[in-house]
């Protein structure tokens, strides 16, 4: 399964061109000097979001050079060949998680307004609701092909960005966020976490169940 996974991060590497980069870095430049030190709550959301894309981007790979039919000609399993490719999207996930936190780090340190336990917070929100989305669209993209990745993605971004628009409207801070998601913590955390690994278990289960009957 190692080499599955470094395949698909070889893959990313050939594929992401450095205008993709430099195209993310204006967005993010831009969401802070226009949004300020509530920039972290874009940011948070926005990098991870953007990597999200990467599965779907195999996945058309995998379907262009024909890797499915190779695949399953190999010494491994199909639970082998979908668990690399969630491993290869969490992996991509955190990176960009990271590096969001980083930059609202350095957000709050020009702008001030936040402590370092607000960044961290949003880092959390941001890798969950992107973990959620990337559960939907993997079976969603071997159920319906690349058609079904594309549909979830525009979905899920309308419906993240539209919250997020609608928190401002209605004038709730990150402050007001901050302090529900602080009094509700403890509990909050133990059901984010088992609904997480519920739907991280119905994901896989399905992608390996449409996988087997497209390549059996």
Known sequence: MTGLVIKDLYVIKKRIKPL???LILLGIIAL????KQDSIIYVSTFLPLIWSGIPKSLMLNDTECRWDKYAIGLPTTR????LSRYIVSFLTILLAS????VVSLISVYIFGGYSFAVCFQYFIIGMYITSIYILIMIPAGYAFGSNGGSLVMMGSVFIILCFVFLLKKINISIDQITYWISYAKNNLLIVCAVLLFALFI???K???YFYTKIHS
Do not use: A, D, M, P
């Open 98 to 101: 990271t590096v969001g936190l």
């Open 32 to 35: 802070n000097f226009y949004f």
């Open 206 to 208: 399905i992608s390996i």
């Open 202 to 204: 119905i994901s896989i």
């Open 79 to 82: 639970k082998y060949i979908i």
């Open 20 to 22: 993709n980069y430099l």
